[in-house]
């Protein structure tokens, strides 16, 4: 079945503590985002990938870290979290190109204390 | 830079309606491809429905059509035959062809269908 997967689902962590949030997808695809959602601003984009080992910021970059040594993988990482980034994250993949559509995975739900 | 307007926070609709849920978007960009996501309260975003910008026909999906007006810059949802099961938030979204190819979404509207 092609999908995206993210791991945890569900995070509650403290301030300062380091943490990963992963992300695989098993279409091949090219494209990699990590997106935010909070209420009242709709989705952003953190962080994307146009492909392996090539990665940029997106809108809200800020407190992220990302790497993509793997095709199919694409961690989110906390090197230092904050309570202001307590948020749903959901990791996105495509094909490249702006006319196909992101497919996401099911959202990672993090607390931040 | 790119903008998607939904106007409408929620809407109440009758069962077996039929809805139109608003998008405006903005962009200086010629090549784009707009999109609607929806979000049922399990959290997953699933896609919709997609509308390239030089598509001459309105994109459809079953009971999803797209209104596409590209001089008003508006991409409306039409969903026929509501269901309760569509009560969900919808999101519509733009992405632009070149350079981060990112989803820009905007606030979303949900909606409820009554039975």
């Known amino acids: 079945e092609a999908q995206v997967t993210q791991n945890p689902r569900y995070l509650i962590t403290v301030t300062g503590k380091k943490l990963t949030v992963t992300c695989s997808q098993n279409?091949?695809?090219?494209?990699m985002s990590w997106y935010r959602q909070d209420p009242g601003l709709g989705l952003r984009q953190i962080y994307y990938?146009?492909?392996?080992?090539?990665?940029d910021k997106g809108d809200v970059p800020e407190g992220y870290k990302v790497s993509r040594k793997e095709k199919r993988n694409f961690p989110l990482i906390l090197e230092s979290p904050s309570p202001n980034q307590t948020s749903l994250y959901f990791c996105a993949s495509s094909l490249a190109g702006g006319h196909y559509e992101q497919y996401f995975g099911p959202g990672t739900r993090l607390t931040v204390t | 830079a790119q903008k998607i307007t939904q106007t409408q926070p929620g809407m109440f609709v009758q069962e077996k309606e039929a809805v139109t849920l608003d998008c405006t978007y903005d962009t200086s960009d010629p090549s784009y491809g707009l999109f609607w996501y929806k979000q049922p309260s399990s959290g997953e975003m699933i896609f919709l429905i997609y509308?390239?910008?030089?598509?001459?026909q309105n994109a459809t999906e079953g009971r999803y059509s797209l209104n596409f007006q590209k001089a008003r810059k508006s991409a409306n949802l039409v969903i026929s035959a509501s269901q309760l099961g569509d009560s969900a938030m919808y999101f519509c979204?733009?992405?632009?062809?070149?350079?981060?190819?990112?989803?820009?979404f905007g606030q979303g509207t949900r909606l409820t269908i009554n039975p």
């Open positions: 979204a733009m992405r632009v062809i070149q350079g981060a190819q990112k989803l820009v």
């Open positions: 279409m091949n695809h090219e494209y």
């Open positions: 990938s146009m492909n392996v080992e090539v990665t």
């Open positions: 509308q390239g910008s030089y598509d001459q």
